[in-house]
């Protein structure tokens, strides 16, 4: 079979599509065929090693991948996890960029045969992103003004329709082009506006009657992070879950005493490990708002799996909108 490894860090250009001999499913473990596999930007991070752990080498990519299963291990006796089923799985030490994929059982999802293969990518990384952000963390949006920072992305995409379903009084995206903007409207957003034009922060104001917001959700980083606090109400919240932009963001001090203002963070990881029984009733929940048609994915680019380091380079250019996958 084929898939993507990476033997040193670096750019796209690192990553090789290599013939392996199939792999054979242990104790617990189900084979897939992969049919989609998502693509992230914690990707980038793990093949430049400058994600949150180490990388090791030889490495394949992939945290989530779509598939039929085609073969058990010992002791698998679950009937959604048997052969002719398909789930979303899992794969915290990666190998999704694969034609057959290794999943433990205790990390595969059954999925409706309904839901698309490319769509359903999105539940595991960005779907529960979304969803414990927003349930987990903010947990109350009711009547609440709220600005989203890359709205057309993978994640803010599914942010601007939760917020919508969770009652926000004024979802407003931003993102870095106008046709990205649209794509932030499409999802449901009130108002979009392009964070590269000059007094974007002002913008904001005026689209939510001339009041600063009372929540921002934040994965840009560097200036688009340093600026967000001009549109940030007294007594408002930052969540900052990323920072595409790759560069630091810096805030005075001053705004926690003087406006009152609270800055916190998200790590998909750090729940998972921590809080599991919060991120499996996300799981949950996203597939049921999929199935029910209240939540779409939004997937701009589907890749074979030998066009992986145009995948890679088109998300490290920040030229993607919504989800990114391969297609062995």
Known sequence: MQQVQFSEYGGAEVLQIVTVDKPQPQAGQVLIRVEAAGVNYSDILRRKNTYFMPTPLPFVLGTEAVGEIVAVGEGVVDPPFQVGNRVLAILPQGGGYAEYALAATQFCVPLPPTLDAAEATAIFVQGSTAYLMLYEVVKDLANRSVLIHAAAGGVGSILVQLAKLAGAATVIGTASTDEKCAVARSRGADYTVNYTNSGWADRVISANGG?????????????????????????????????????????????????????????????????????????GAVIGLMAEGKLRIHVQDSFPLQAVVDAHTRIENRQTTGKVVLKP
């Open 211 to 283: 009041n600063k917001v009372d929540l921002i959700l934040e994965m840009v980083g560097g200036e688009i992070y340093a600026q967000s606090f001009a549109c940030l109400a007294t007594g408002g919240t930052m969540v900052v879950y990323g920072a595409a932009s790759g560069q630091k963001g810096f805030m005075h001090s001053e705004h926690f005493v003087d406006e009152n203002q609270t800055v916190t963070g998200f790590n998909l990881a750090w729940f998972i490990q921590n809080r599991m029984a919060q991120w499996q009733q996300a799981l």
